[in-house]
Protein backbone atom coordinates (compact mmCIF):
# COMPACT_ATOMS: atom_id res chain seq x y z
CA UNK A 1 0.00 0.00 0.00
CA UNK A 2 0.90 3.18 -0.48
CA UNK A 3 0.66 6.20 1.85
CA UNK A 4 0.72 10.14 1.38
CA UNK A 5 1.43 11.57 4.83
CA UNK A 6 0.89 15.29 4.95
CA UNK A 7 2.22 17.71 7.88
CA UNK A 8 2.88 21.55 8.69
CA UNK A 9 -1.05 23.28 8.40
CA UNK A 10 -2.04 25.37 10.80
CA UNK A 11 -3.21 28.93 11.70
CA UNK A 12 -1.53 31.71 10.57
CA UNK A 13 -2.10 35.41 10.52
CA UNK A 14 -2.44 37.21 6.91
CA UNK A 15 1.35 37.88 5.44
CA UNK A 16 2.53 35.02 7.31
CA UNK A 17 4.26 31.80 6.03
CA UNK A 18 3.86 28.14 6.81
CA UNK A 19 5.87 25.13 5.07
CA UNK A 20 4.09 21.55 4.45
CA UNK A 21 5.45 18.55 3.83
CA UNK A 22 4.35 15.18 2.47
CA UNK A 23 6.04 11.88 2.91
CA UNK A 24 5.49 8.94 0.33
CA UNK A 25 6.01 5.64 1.38
CA UNK A 26 5.07 1.95 0.82
CA UNK A 27 6.35 0.16 -1.96
CA UNK A 28 7.02 2.52 -4.75
CA UNK A 29 8.80 2.19 -7.74
CA UNK A 30 8.85 4.90 -9.47
CA UNK A 31 7.16 8.59 -9.20
CA UNK A 32 6.11 10.52 -12.17
CA UNK A 33 4.87 13.53 -10.43
CA UNK A 34 4.44 14.65 -7.08
CA UNK A 35 2.77 17.70 -5.55
CA UNK A 36 0.08 20.40 -4.04
CA UNK A 37 -3.20 20.59 -4.26
CA UNK A 38 -6.02 22.42 -2.50
CA UNK A 39 -9.87 22.78 -1.86
CA UNK A 40 -11.62 25.65 -0.38
CA UNK A 41 -14.95 25.64 1.47
CA UNK A 42 -17.84 25.64 -1.82
CA UNK A 43 -15.05 25.40 -4.49
CA UNK A 44 -13.47 22.46 -6.43
CA UNK A 45 -9.97 21.15 -6.17
CA UNK A 46 -7.30 23.02 -7.63
CA UNK A 47 -3.75 22.69 -8.50
CA UNK A 48 -1.08 24.74 -6.64
CA UNK A 49 2.20 23.43 -7.39
CA UNK A 50 3.40 20.48 -8.37
CA UNK A 51 6.77 19.01 -10.15
CA UNK A 52 5.88 17.45 -13.78
CA UNK A 53 7.37 13.68 -14.76
CA UNK A 54 9.82 15.79 -17.04
CA UNK A 55 11.25 17.40 -13.72
CA UNK A 56 9.68 21.07 -14.46
CA UNK A 57 7.58 22.82 -12.15
CA UNK A 58 3.99 23.90 -12.18
CA UNK A 59 2.22 26.55 -10.23
CA UNK A 60 -1.13 28.21 -9.93
CA UNK A 61 -0.64 32.01 -11.04
CA UNK A 62 -2.47 32.97 -7.78
CA UNK A 63 0.36 31.60 -5.60
CA UNK A 64 3.65 32.36 -8.12
CA UNK A 65 6.12 34.46 -6.25
CA UNK A 66 4.56 33.59 -2.93
CA UNK A 67 4.74 29.67 -2.77
CA UNK A 68 7.81 27.37 -3.28
CA UNK A 69 7.70 24.13 -3.67
CA UNK A 70 10.90 21.68 -3.44
CA UNK A 71 11.31 17.78 -2.79
CA UNK A 72 13.57 15.37 -1.43
CA UNK A 73 13.55 12.70 -3.90
CA UNK A 74 15.60 10.27 -1.19
CA UNK A 75 13.22 10.70 1.05
CA UNK A 76 10.37 10.84 -1.34
CA UNK A 77 9.08 14.17 0.00
CA UNK A 78 7.48 16.96 -1.56
CA UNK A 79 7.44 20.42 0.18
CA UNK A 80 5.46 23.64 -0.11
CA UNK A 81 7.04 26.72 1.04
CA UNK A 82 3.99 29.37 1.69
CA UNK A 83 4.96 32.79 2.41
CA UNK A 84 2.60 35.99 1.98
CA UNK A 85 -0.10 33.99 2.92
CA UNK A 86 -4.07 36.01 2.72
CA UNK A 87 -7.07 34.33 3.43
CA UNK A 88 -7.87 33.20 -0.23
CA UNK A 89 -5.23 30.82 0.39
CA UNK A 90 -7.38 29.49 3.45
CA UNK A 91 -8.57 25.67 2.21
CA UNK A 92 -7.42 21.84 2.55
CA UNK A 93 -4.25 21.59 1.00
CA UNK A 94 -4.07 17.74 -0.14
CA UNK A 95 -0.81 15.96 -1.47
CA UNK A 96 -0.91 14.00 -4.78
CA UNK A 97 1.34 11.92 -6.36
CA UNK A 98 0.84 9.54 -10.00
CA UNK A 99 3.17 6.79 -8.95
CA UNK A 100 3.79 2.82 -9.92
CA UNK A 101 4.02 -0.04 -7.27
CA UNK A 102 6.64 -1.93 -7.13
CA UNK A 103 4.11 -5.28 -7.32
CA UNK A 104 1.85 -3.97 -10.12
CA UNK A 105 2.75 -3.94 -13.90
CA UNK A 106 0.94 -1.07 -15.59
CA UNK A 107 -0.14 2.05 -15.84
CA UNK A 108 0.31 4.84 -12.57
CA UNK A 109 -1.94 5.32 -10.03
CA UNK A 110 -3.42 8.59 -8.70
CA UNK A 111 -2.49 9.00 -5.08
CA UNK A 112 -3.87 11.63 -2.55
CA UNK A 113 -2.78 12.24 1.11
CA UNK A 114 -5.72 13.30 3.82
CA UNK A 115 -5.24 16.27 3.80
CA UNK A 116 -4.48 19.11 6.04
CA UNK A 117 -6.00 23.01 7.00
CA UNK A 118 -4.28 26.10 6.43
CA UNK A 119 -6.26 28.43 7.47
CA UNK A 120 -5.22 32.27 7.51
CA UNK A 121 -6.80 34.94 9.72
CA UNK A 122 -6.29 37.60 11.86
Known amino acids: QVQLVESGGGLVQPGGSLRLSCAAS????????MGWYRQAPGKQRELVAT???????NYADSVKGRFTISRDNAKKTVYLQMDSLNPEDTAVYYC????????????????WGQGTQVTVSS
Open 26 to 33: GNIRIIYT
Open 51 to 57: FTSGGNI
Open 96 to 111: NAVLNIASVVGPPGDY
